[in-house]
């Protein structure tokens, strides 16, 4: 998993530890090892068995090279060894340390703890910070949520460790291993697991002198619209008409102040006609463009003003404006896809897609978006998905790797295709999905792909029918 291997590479590399059983003192410890931590014991580390490998949390400086009193890692520790709570209860003081977190904007992960009772919050920052400012900063997080920082404390009676406890070889065992899932956050208080890996975001900590909103002034919206028209021309008929359902996708059709500064912005073009200015009220709804959009493209053409929306609306609306680019299907078998590139479709309920929504809405706001943001998109576009009609297609695509796409047929029963067709080569196939790979530097579209597949159909049935007259000829494969 690309994240435990994140983690490893931001550890002590000089060592890690390894579960192991004492049988003297008749109890478990993590026995050092002392040398890299590979591939190889991570993937031994994935089979869940007792001896779970653990990395050394802090390192040391460039000055100071063996110190070990600084740590990219400030984690969480709600394990209940005594067994006073029930899990749901660990969970719902987890899910006040999370929603702090969250509220801060500090990216955070959850996991099951490796015993299965319990769990763990961790955090991880862009640079190395010294154990003590870490300690501070849990301090703080853990007041909010009503619970109080104590090595080997109850959680019970409101204490939760936090690692690294100090200076020195801090060992943590990796998620993953043993009874250790992922946990995730559903509303209601509800939770679950997950064993996907993720991309783990890196906590970079607040800019030095960020006002609060309520020290701001409020936003100005012709100075925002000044930003934002930059983005289109005038003279442009498709800017003309997009830069309009845009603005009613942010103030609504009925806007007066919109509606007159996109006429006024409207007459600066030679292309402008009478009754031009009539067309808002003729504009398509606003599909491509959610409640953000417009915000987002004057502070992407040099607005710094605010913007009318809390941290956590932003957040949430920004999933709907990632969404707006991304087409939404689904196939005669319900199942949901997204168009993240052209002739790129992904499963909406797959890891690569949460992954993708993570990465665009960061790219888009530049801030780290929340998990259940992401969890928000991917929900959102099943909803979208279930209100299309069917895409009625003989063939579904599926990245597989490199060039290569598989298709999976509906109606074919032979086990056979055309070996080469519009730059696509068959590679593997069965009677359930075909395997092509790219061999010219040619798009192949869909409809190729099915007028092949009709074109070779067509070819099985004459062939049958001519067997069936007694008729000898050649079969191509």
């Keep these: ?173 990796l998620p993953f291993g043993r009874q250790s899932h992922r946990l995730v956050l559903l509303d209601a208080g509800a939770w679950t697991t997950s064993d996907d890996d993720f991309i783990v975001f890196e906590y970079a900590g607040k800019k030095a002198g960020r006002k609060k909103a309520a020290d701001t002034t409020s936003e100005d919206r012709d100075a925002a619209f000044d930003a934002f028209i930059q983005k289109y021309d005038p003279d442009n008929r498709d800017d003309w008409g997009a830069a309009g359902i845009c603005l009613q996708a942010a103030f609504g059709k009925e806007s007066e102040w919109a509606r007159g500064r996109w ?36 502070q992407e053409h040099g607005y710094t003003g605010k913007v009318p929306f809390t941290a956590t609306e932003k957040r949430k609306l920004l999933a709907l404006d990632f969404l707006s680019d991304v087409r939404i299907l689904r196939d005669q078998s319900d ?16 890891n690569d897609f949460r992954n993708s929504c993570a990465l665009g809405m960061y790219r888009a706001n530049q801030k780290i978006p929340a998990e259940q943001d992401v969890k928000s998109a991917q929900m959102i576009a099943q909803a979208q998905a279930s209100e299309t009609a069917p895409e009625h297609v003989d063939l579904r695509f599926a990245r597989v790797g490199g060039n290569a796409r598989a298709i999976s047929p ?39 792909i099915i007028a092949m597949h009709k074109q070779h159909m067509a070819e099985l049935t004459t062939q049958a029918e001519e067997r069936a007259r007694g008729a000898q000829v050649d079969v191509p494969f």
Aim: neutral net charge; contains cysteine; hydrophobic residues 35%.
């Design 1 to 173: 998993m690309e994240c435990l291997r994140l983690w490893r590479n931001l550890a002590d590399k000089s060592g890690y530890s390894v579960r192991a059983w004492d049988t003297a003192k008749n109890k478990w410890y993590y026995r050092p090892i002392n040398e890299p931590l590979t591939d190889d014991e991570l993937r031994e580390h994935l089979k869940r068995g007792e001896d779970c490998r653990a990395i050394w949390l802090n390192v040391g400086t460039e000055t100071a090279p063996d110190a070990r009193d600084h740590t990219r890692f400030m984690i969480f520790d709600f394990d209940d060894h005594n067994q006073r709570l029930t899990q749901d209860e660990i969970i719902a003081r987890y899910r006040a340390v999370a929603t702090v977190l969250d509220e801060h904007e500090i990216p955070a992960y959850g996991f099951i703890s490796g015993s299965g009772h319990g769990a763990h919050i961790w955090v991880t920052f862009k640079t190395p910070k010294r154990v003590d400012q870490v300690k501070e900063q849990a301090d703080f997080i853990l007041k909010k949520a009503g619970l109080e920082r104590k090595a080997g404390g109850e959680l019970a009676d409101g204490f939760v460790e936090v690692l690294p406890k100090g200076a020195g070889q801090q060992v943590c065992a």
């Design 410 to 448: 509906r109606i074919v029963q032979a086990s056979g295709l055309i070996e080469k067709t519009h730059g696509w080569r068959m590679t593997r196939g069965h009677n359930r999905e075909f395997v092509f790979e790219k061999v010219e530097d040619v798009e192949a579209s869909v409809e190729d």
């Design 263 to 298: 006429v006024a912005w409207s007459q600066t073009s030679r292309a402008f006609k009478p009754g031009d200015d009539r067309e808002w009220d003729k504009l398509s709804s606003a599909k491509k463009y959610s409640a953000l959009s417009f915000w987002r493209f004057a």
């Design 335 to 350: 199942v949901a896809y997204a168009e993240l590139k052209p002739r790129e479709w992904v499963r909406i309920d797959t």
